[in-house]
């Protein structure tokens, strides 16, 4: 909507403020609750001011998959009248899965009411990267795209998706492949692509669950696809950061590539108690177990990571004891 401001979560993808600021369109973080879903209070006082024209609910957040509340965004968009953009990049396909807790499943019955979706294939559909699309559940909105090519004829009177396309002329394989792919393992509750994304998900759970059994590591919150954040635990959000990233350095010594995160302290409030906050952001590790293999493999995966963590804290206890004492 011309010359209203665009929201989205503080733990949205960087892409809706990077495009946001091409077009000259003012955007806004919103906070994030505990889980780190874009907070519904928070976003109802923001929409309160009538000057919001689109607001970003993520399907799974980049950083710890994390579902936006989307009915009640619907809700809010009903009393307020601005547009709902749903970012389904990366977990848009978890519509077909079963596993899903009540809340989450309720968040993609509703992915339907949504004004525009977007969906990157890349991610969980089995497909390169460059292979993605916007979904408009108005089809009318196409016309806001439409160009003419003086080189170009149609013979349908229909809009075409070279009318509109925003990247005009591009190679048709990755639209092929996904095509394929999808005759192969069709978008189906129970068929065998969704069974693949119920076992990422368990694989998650699992790793999870050993992980808040485990008093050398802080938790982050249950899972709700299938990413997963923790630390090691330590008596400070800074001491606990270093640790990490010697966690890091010694699971991929030993084959095991994790990914390091930074994100807000509060997300691990509820395991943390005893830490000193001594820094608003903790560094902690994230693994995406993305490939229905990843479930049988938790086990080993564990095996890796436990000795990874002995190996540093083992280092560290030695060095704390050749300390002079003061």
Known sequence: MPGKVVLASEQAHYTHKRISGVLQIPCESVACDARARMDICALERRV????????????????TGSVDPLPEILTLQRQYGFRVHCDAAYGGYF???????????????????ADSIVIDPHKHGLQ??????VLFRDPGVGRLYQHDSPAT?????????????LECSRAGAAGVALWATQRLLPL?????????????????????HRIQADSR?????????????????AN??????????????????????????????EF?????????????????????????????????????????????LTKRLTAGCKTPAL
């Open 217 to 233: 590591f802080v938790a982050g919150f249950s899972p709700e696809l299938d990413i997963i954040v923790f630390a090691p635990r």
């Open 95 to 113: 519509g077909l899965a079963q596993n899903l807790s009540a809340e989450t499943h309720w968040v993609f019955d509703n992915i339907r009411h």
């Open 153 to 165: 004829y149609f013979s349908s009177k229909e809009l075409h998706l070279g009318e509109i396309s």
């Open 128 to 133: 390169p990267y460059g292979c993605g699309c």
């Open 48 to 63: 309160a001011k009538g000057d919001v024209g689109t607001v970003v609910a993520t399907l799974g957040t980049t950083a």
């Open 268 to 312: 691990f409030a509820s395991e943390s108690a005893g830490m000193t906050k001594d820094r608003s952001t903790l560094t902690c590790l994230r693994s995406v177990l993305m490939k229905p293999e990843h479930r049988d493999w938790i086990p080993r995966i564990w095996e890796i990571l436990s000795e990874s963590t002995d190996e540093v």
């Open 188 to 208: 189906e509750k129970g068929g065998a692509f969704a069974k693949g994304l119920e076992q990422c998900r368990e694989a998650a759970l699992d790793l999870h």
């Open 236 to 265: 400070s959000a800074s001491t606990a950061s270093a640790l990490t990233r010697r966690i890091f350095d010694a699971a991929a010594n030993q084959n095991l590539h994790l990914a390091v995160a930074e994100l807000p302290v």
